[in-house]
């Protein structure tokens, strides 16, 4: 009897490639199908065609022939063991998300608690077998000598010969870049590392990345190559523009050499976030394949530079960017109403806030116009987001790992697993060998341990990254902002990073022609930041205050002295997210205050109209209130006094 099995005997029959692995954010089938129509193949595509499925079929029984052999045993041992935790898996998520919504929950803990311990006994029995079969595969999984032959199948596989072949028949350029994609084994590889090209269509990611090496001459290295590459796979399928609403004619689509060119422009100039440069290409995909215009990106970083540059130079890397959304974004859906057209989306969410999901869609927007790769992570009935940091992915505004998962359909502990082991770039080529074989042989795809259980092939992937992952020590950082989703306030007290307010920022400036420069951290009280008041550093140079949306109102003074009495105009250089905003000002302790009205200046500085004051000859107080309309934040960089001839 023979004791050894081949490892899978490759199906000679054309298959379509289930398209590209890894998370990308893909059209609905229905408006993919509406955008990009089937093209039908001519004569020439019909040829093209048959000379990629003979390409193809040469490839499997090529990589067919190369397969190491395993025990029948082992090999039956390990699929047994790895569909019984899969399946373990399964029922842990399902009786965990059930335990959030049952009326008995006691039932429900009793069900999670036995679904644990048959989880946990699954988990040891799968041991010895996957490391039986991981030892004997150990080194054919880190040898590259299969790499070329399958690289090139699974290009084919996942672009299809009918689809590359409509790519291919389009004309001379574009059957030269085909030919010049399947020559190259390293490319090929690259793509295939990142995550492939999105719906497989390669020909196209091929025209796009390009375009892009013809329009820079920067994109050919380093990270600006890997941006490129990224921007090619993700954008191969086209994605939306979603332009302002009073903007009819707009492009429909966003254009992928623009984007790279964007991004190439604020990496040079050193806009975005110091990480930026140590991203793979499969981390800037998820950078580039935003749904916004290259000007509101721009128009991002410099309203959070102005406004809130303390969420830019935080060193909780957690919370970076994105925590405009905890300090800045409203929840509620009362003020949607407001949306002004000719502001693009991203901008009536900071100004008008919104519920989870248009919290969690500007939290995305704001890191991606930094830099950092950022998801989509719904969970049952609330709209997440899971984002990269130095330290790992984090979750932001939910639950933590294993109540929510991603727009493909993984599982998020499944997806966390992913993440930690591609961080080991070198060992996780193992792991995608393993996928690419599972492919070829036609087992069925797997998004996780916790999916439908698949094939040896399928499960020695899912068993060597969990390893990597292990061997790395990787720790699953804890989800921030959790009790923040759904509210406009957190329970976790904020710690506001101090700023030393030297004599020279607190200098009240008289101008030769009788103005006076009043600095917004001149305070006389309060002299250091509070919760609701904060100095911070400024983009202009010196420091700022900023006066927080949330809290209980306080107010804020100033001391100065005038060499002449009488009235004065008083204006306020700002910067506002929200409309509708004023400051009180009372003279000297006077009753009734005078009404200072701010305006709208969606990020940028601008300076409020003046209004008039009476000061006495000698020593003033102004003393500075907020109308008690808590969910506007303003940020002061300074106050302009001048006399008036009122």
């Given at each position: 009897m023979n004791l050894t099995v081949k490892l899978g005997v490759l199906c000679l029959a054309v298959t379509v490639g289930a398209g590209a692995s890894g998370v990308s954010a893909a059209p609905t089938k229905e408006k993919q199908a509406a955008l990009l129509p089937p093209v039908p193949l001519t004569a020439t595509g019909e040829a093209l065609k048959a000379q990629y499925e003979?390409?193809?079929?040469?490839?499997?029984?090529?990589?067919?022939?190369?397969?190491?052999?395993?025990?029948?045993?082992?090999?039956?041992?390990?699929?047994?063991?790895?569909?019984?935790?899969?399946?373990?898996?399964?029922?842990?998520?399902?009786?965990?998300?059930?335990?959030?919504?049952?009326?008995?929950?006691?039932?429900?803990?009793?069900?999670?608690?036995?679904?644990?311990?048959?989880?946990?006994?699954?988990?040891?029995?799968?041991?010895?077998?996957?490391?039986?079969?991981?030892?004997?595969?150990?080194?054919?999984?880190?040898?590259?000598?299969?790499?070329?032959?399958?690289?090139?199948?699974?290009?084919?596989?996942?672009?299809?010969?009918?689809?590359?072949?409509?790519?291919?028949?389009?004309?001379?350029?574009?059957?030269?870049?085909?030919?010049?994609?399947?020559?190259?084994?390293?490319?090929?590889?690259?793509?295939?590392?990142?995550?492939?090209?999105?719906?497989?269509?390669?020909?196209?990611?091929?025209?796009?990345?390009?375009?892009?090496?013809?329009?820079?001459?920067?994109?050919?290295?380093?990270?600006?190559?890997?941006?490129?590459?990224?921007?090619?796979?993700?954008?191969a399928m086209p994605i939306a523009q979603a332009n302002p609403a009073a903007v009819t004619n707009g492009p429909a689509f966003v254009d992928p050499v623009n984007r790279y060119l964007h991004f190439e422009k604020a990496y040079l100039d050193g806009e975005l976030d110091p990480s930026f440069t140590v991203l793979t290409a499969?981390?800037?995909?998820?950078?580039?394949?935003?749904?916004?215009?290259?000007?509101?990106?721009?128009?991002?970083?410099?309203?959070?530079?102005?406004?809130?540059?303390d969420h830019i130079h935080t060193a909780d890397t957690r919370w970076r960017y994105v925590k405009a959304v905890k300090t800045e974004v409203r929840y509620g859906s009362d003020y949607d109403k407001f949306d002004k057209p000719e502001f693009q989306k991203y901008q009536n969410m900071i100004m008008n806030g919104g519920v989870c999901g248009r919290r969690a869609f500007f939290g995305r927007f704001i890191l991606r116009a930094f830099g950092i790769p950022t998801l989509a992570r719904p969970q049952p009935g609330h709209a997440t987001l899971t984002h990269w940091s130095p330290e790992g992915w984090v979750i932001n505004l939910g639950a933590g790992w294993?109540?929510?998962?991603?727009?493909?359909?993984?599982?998020?502990?499944?997806?966390?697993?992913?993440?930690?082991?591609?961080?080991?770039?070198?060992?996780?080529?193992?792991?995608?060998?393993?996928?690419?074989?599972?492919?070829?042989?036609?087992?069925?795809?797997?998004?996780?341990?916790?999916?439908?259980?698949?094939?040896?092939?399928?499960?020695?992937?899912?068993?060597?990254?969990?390893?990597?992952?292990?061997?790395?020590k990787a720790v699953a950082l804890a989800a921030v902002g959790t009790d923040i989703g759904e509210a406009n306030e957190s329970k976790e007290k904020d710690v506001v990073e101090s700023v030393d307010i030297t004599a020279d920022d607190r200098r009240i400036v008289a101008g030769t022609d009788g103005s006076i420069t009043i600095p917004a951290v001149a305070c006389s009280r309060p002299t250091a930041s509070t919760a609701k008041i904060i100095f911070m550093k400024s983009a202009l140079g010196g420091l700022q205050l900023h006066y927080n949306r949330t809290g209980e109102p306080e107010t804020f003074e100033y001391t100065i002295d005038v060499a002449e009495a009488g009235p004065y105009a008083l204006s306020a250089r700002v910067v506002t997210v929200t409309g509708d905003q004023h400051l009180r000002i009372s003279v000297n302790g006077a009753e009734v205050p005078v009404d200072m009205v701010l305006p709208l200046t969606m990020g940028m500085w601008d300076t409020s109209a003046a209004v008039v004051i009476p000061l006495i000859k000698g020593r003033n107080t102004l003393t500075f209130s907020r109308s008690g309309d808590n969910i506007r934040g303003v940020t002061i960089k300074d106050f302009m006094l001048k006399r008036s001839a009122i």
């Amino acid at each position: 009897m023979n004791l050894t099995v081949k490892l899978g005997v490759l199906c000679l029959a054309v298959t379509v490639g289930a398209g590209a692995s890894g998370v990308s954010a893909a059209p609905t089938k229905e408006k993919q199908a509406a955008l990009l129509p089937p093209v039908p193949l001519t004569a020439t595509g019909e040829a093209l065609k048959a000379q990629y499925e003979a390409q193809l079929n040469t490839l499997k029984g090529d990589i067919s022939k190369a397969l190491p052999t395993v025990e029948a045993a082992a090999m039956e041992a390990f699929v047994k063991a790895y569909q019984a935790e899969s399946l373990a898996l399964a029922e842990e998520l399902k009786t965990l998300r059930a335990s959030a919504k049952a009326k008995d929950k006691d039932a429900a803990a009793k069900a999670y608690d036995e679904a644990k311990a048959a989880l946990a006994e699954a988990s040891v029995t799968a041991q010895a077998p996957a490391a039986a079969v991981l030892k004997q595969m150990d080194t054919f999984l880190a040898s590259n000598a299969l790499d070329a032959p399958l690289v090139k199948a699974m290009v084919l596989s996942q672009a299809t010969p009918h689809g590359l072949a409509a790519f291919t028949q389009g004309g001379d350029a574009n059957k030269a870049l085909a030919d010049a994609l399947l020559a190259d084994d390293d490319m090929m590889k690259q793509m295939l590392q990142a995550g492939g090209a999105r719906e497989g269509r390669y020909g196209e990611a091929m025209a796009i990345y390009a375009a892009i090496q013809k329009a820079s001459p920067k994109a050919a290295d380093g990270v600006l190559q890997r941006l490129a590459l990224g921007t090619a796979l993700e954008h191969a399928m086209p994605i939306a523009q979603a332009n302002p609403a009073a903007v009819t004619n707009g492009p429909a689509f966003v254009d992928p050499v623009n984007r790279y060119l964007h991004f190439e422009k604020a990496y040079l100039d050193g806009e975005l976030d110091p990480s930026f440069t140590v991203l793979t290409a499969w981390d800037l995909r998820n950078v580039v394949n935003g749904d916004e215009p290259d000007a509101t990106l721009a128009w991002g970083r410099e309203m959070l530079r102005n406004y809130r540059p303390d969420h830019i130079h935080t060193a909780d890397t957690r919370w970076r960017y994105v925590k405009a959304v905890k300090t800045e974004v409203r929840y509620g859906s009362d003020y949607d109403k407001f949306d002004k057209p000719e502001f693009q989306k991203y901008q009536n969410m900071i100004m008008n806030g919104g519920v989870c999901g248009r919290r969690a869609f500007f939290g995305r927007f704001i890191l991606r116009a930094f830099g950092i790769p950022t998801l989509a992570r719904p969970q049952p009935g609330h709209a997440t987001l899971t984002h990269w940091s130095p330290e790992g992915w984090v979750i932001n505004l939910g639950a933590g790992w294993g109540w929510g998962w991603l727009k493909d359909g993984t599982e998020d502990r499944d997806f966390l697993l992913h993440t930690q082991a591609r961080a080991v770039e070198g060992a996780f080529l193992e792991v995608l060998r393993a996928q690419w074989i599972a492919t070829l042989v036609g087992e069925p795809d797997v998004l996780g341990f916790h999916d439908e259980p698949s094939g040896f092939w399928n499960g020695l992937a899912l068993y060597r990254q969990r390893a990597i992952a292990d061997e790395a020590k990787a720790v699953a950082l804890a989800a921030v902002g959790t009790d923040i989703g759904e509210a406009n306030e957190s329970k976790e007290k904020d710690v506001v990073e101090s700023v030393d307010i030297t004599a020279d920022d607190r200098r009240i400036v008289a101008g030769t022609d009788g103005s006076i420069t009043i600095p917004a951290v001149a305070c006389s009280r309060p002299t250091a930041s509070t919760a609701k008041i904060i100095f911070m550093k400024s983009a202009l140079g010196g420091l700022q205050l900023h006066y927080n949306r949330t809290g209980e109102p306080e107010t804020f003074e100033y001391t100065i002295d005038v060499a002449e009495a009488g009235p004065y105009a008083l204006s306020a250089r700002v910067v506002t997210v929200t409309g509708d905003q004023h400051l009180r000002i009372s003279v000297n302790g006077a009753e009734v205050p005078v009404d200072m009205v701010l305006p709208l200046t969606m990020g940028m500085w601008d300076t409020s109209a003046a209004v008039v004051i009476p000061l006495i000859k000698g020593r003033n107080t102004l003393t500075f209130s907020r109308s008690g309309d808590n969910i506007r934040g303003v940020t002061i960089k300074d106050f302009m006094l001048k006399r008036s001839a009122i």
